[in-house]
């Protein structure tokens, strides 16, 4: 009964699997949003991989965007695209 109550008490929540394009980073990432980025990327419940294309060329060269837990999530641009994947962790 109290691995039950504790269990309940301290949910632990999922972790994010996020993959970027390092073509789509190359093109929208700024100097001013690598050292964010940095610090959303270690936070222990991200997992994340940069592949050097994810094949999805036409979003890619219109906005910034990444796949989380296998859906894409865009942005007007690398900062919008941080501020969605900060509100993901929440």
Excluded: W
Excluded at 1 to 10: D, G
Excluded at 52 to 76: D, F, H, P, Q, W
């Amino acid at each position: 009964m109290m691995k039950t109550f504790l269990s309940k008490m301290f949910i632990t929540k999922d972790k994010i699997q996020i993959e970027f394009c390092q073509n789509n980073l190359d093109r929208f990432l700024t100097e001013q949003t690598i050292a964010e980025y940095g610090k959303l990327l270690a936070t222990p419940r991200i997992q994340h991989k940069e592949y050097e294309c994810l094949s999805e060329c036409k979003l890619c060269k219109e906005t910034a965007y990444a796949k989380v837990n296998g859906r894409i999530m865009r942005g007007k641009d690398s900062l919008d695209l941080l501020h969605q994947l900060q509100e993901v962790l929440k």
